[in-house]
């Protein structure tokens, strides 16, 4: 059973930094997909950067140069370094997982519901 914890939001004025955090409780011997999805207020969920087992990483065209994903050495965290936040950035940033998910397919699959797992979420706030 995976499970999925997020921390690290809050609020930030624009130009400022946040490292979110995903605590990551899977199966380590199955390849993955996983990654950060944010939503903001009456808009849909978008994936906004994917790491897989390979090591792969794909970032969306709105954030690139502004975002790093990472884990750690243990495999079990995941994080979103968010650089010169705006406060269009400003939404509920979500991990997500998904065994059959590349860092390539992840975004997709989250988009048209196929994504399996997903934490609870946290806030970001930016205010300008």
């Known amino acids: 059973q995976v499970q999925l914890v997020e921390s690290g939001g809050g609020s930030v004025q624009a130009g400022g930094s946040l490292r979110l955090s995903c605590l990551v409780t899977?199966?380590?011997?199955?390849?993955?997909?996983m990654g950060w999805f944010r939503q903001a207020p009456g808009q849909a969920r978008a994936g906004i950067a994917a790491i897989d087992n390979f090591g792969s990483r794909t970032y969306a065209d709105s954030v690139k140069g502004r975002v790093s994903i990472s884990e750690n050495d243990a495999k079990n965290t995941l994080y979103l370094q968010r650089n010169k936040l705006e406060p269009e950035d400003t939404a509920m940033y979500f991990c997500a997982f998904d065994y059959r998910a590349t860092s390539a397919t992840l975004a997709t699959m989250g988009s048209v519901g196929m994504v399996t797992d997903w934490g609870k979420g946290t806030q970001v706030t930016v205010s300008s």
């Open positions: 899977r199966d380590k011997s199955r390849p993955y997909g």
